[in-house]
């Protein structure tokens, strides 16, 4: 009996042992991993153009030229961001400005690319795998069809406007010289190709209205 008592209570005192080692171990490696993040946020953060308080990127990350990148307060940019800042390319120069308002959120895999203008304005959502571009490889005409698409020169359409409170679905894209509303949303796997008022829904390839926000539902 006695034999079957320590027995237990052996077991007893490795399961807690156990118990506390694996917290203790979890706890250690949450800690490790949010100091390697940031230290590594740090470091990136000061080569922006500006940051605003309690924002973040997650890495890992691919950021082209940050000093062309404005982030406003209060940002929650999640892993594999992608972007890009051009101020060179095939011998041509620009003059790109990525500008990002306050309490933005940018999901998982997005890819923003510029050599112009984009402004993404207050309090946006983007959800995963978007991606917003004021830029094209080339030009919609037969010569360019001699010239490899890697190898075409950039050419700006216009810049990206994206006002406050604009919700943007999973796997949309915005194409040149666009301008989204306030408070208005973009269905998933939309292809914006034109600008869209405010407080409207739309949907689509190409993104067309379907609801406008400001209407009286019965």
Request: proline share 4%.
């Amino acid at each position: 009996m006695k034999r079957k008592i320590k027995s237990f209570v052996k077991n007893i005192i490795r399961f807690f042992q156990w118990t506390l080692s694996w917290i203790f171990s979890y706890k250690v490696c949450n800690y490790m991993k949010k100091f390697i993040m940031g230290v590594r946020w740090y470091s990136l953060k000061r080569n922006f153009k500006f940051v605003g308080g309690n924002s973040f990127i997650e890495t890992p990350a691919i950021i082209k030229n940050p000093k062309y990148i404005t982030i406003g307060k209060n940002c929650r940019i999640h892993s594999r961001i992608r972007l890009d800042a051009y101020d060179e390319f095939q011998g041509d120069r620009f003059n790109p400005q990525i500008t990002i308002g306050d309490n933005v959120i940018i999901n998982n895999d997005c890819h923003i690319g510029c050599i112009d203008k984009i402004t993404i304005c207050n309090n946006v959502l983007i959800a995963s795998k978007v991606y917003i571009s004021d830029h094209f490889h080339g030009t919609i005409s037969a010569d360019q069809t001699e010239i490899p698409p890697a190898k075409r020169k950039l050419y700006n359409k216009g810049p990206i406007n994206i006002h406050e409170n604009v919700w943007i679905g999973e796997g949309v894209v915005i194409m040149p010289n666009v301008t989204i509303g306030r408070n208005s949303i973009v269905g998933a796997n939309s292809v914006v190709t034109h600008s869209v008022p405010e407080n409207s829904v739309v949907a689509g390839v190409p993104a067309r209205i379907i609801k406008k926000l400001d209407e009286v539902s019965i």
